[in-house]
């Protein structure tokens, strides 16, 4: 079955829509970002264990020394130039997504963390999450992760899985869903 207007909302994102290098922020306009590289990986699953292809994965983090390049941030003008700090990438025919990136820095009164936008062609709104390290400073008392109960915090954190390389797999609703945030 093909989906049509009336069966699936929009939008529809067409096979290309993620540039390609998107999902490398470790070079901004040829430039090389200041800090460690990391890679993360993970896949997108349905409650009935069925990936999604072409679902659109967006973070968008603080650089290695915890500043975010906006202007909400107090100290955005000491950003890393050589890094935009935003991403893009499009699940593949098995769920799965990667995003060269900077570990990021703990911003003020936070975490070291990475914000996770998901859209999708059938989706009523952009889901939202925030991707933490299990190996990360500052979880405890980090005040985002503290509104999630306790028993679900584990599925916000980014699995190590060796040097520079973390898995952090996004199930979209049933046992094990991701935490998502409002506005």
């Given amino acids: 079955m093909i989906p049509t207007g009336e069966a699936t909302l929009g939008p529809f994102f067409p096979p290309r829509y993620v540039d390609k290098g998107a999902n490398d922020l470790t070079v901004f ?19 009935d264990g069925q990936v999604l292809e072409n679902l659109i994965v967006e973070i968008w983090q603080p650089d290695a020394g915890g500043i975010f390049r906006h202007p909400a941030d107090p100290r955005h003008a000491q950003a890393d130039p050589n890094f935009l700090g935003w991403g893009r990438a499009a699940t593949d025919a098995q769920g799965r997504y990667l995003f060269r990136t900077i570990q990021p820095g703990a911003p003020e009164g936070r975490a070291p963390h990475i914000n996770v936008m998901l859209m999708f062609s059938g989706l009523m709104r952009i889901l939202k999450t925030t991707l933490y390290f299990e190996v990360g400073a500052g979880n405890e008392s980090d005040p985002v992760l503290s509104c999630v109960p306790s028993g679900r915090r584990g ?8 040097p520079n390389r973390y898995c952090f797999d996004i199930r979209l609703c049933g046992d094990g869903e991701t935490p998502f945030f409002d506005d």
Avoid at 37 to 45: D, K, L, N, T, Y
């Fill in 29 to 47: 306009e040829g430039r090389q970002a200041t800090g460690e590289a990391i890679e993360i990986h993970g896949r997108v699953i349905q409650d």
């Fill in 155 to 162: 599925l916000l954190l980014a699995k190590k899985q060796g």
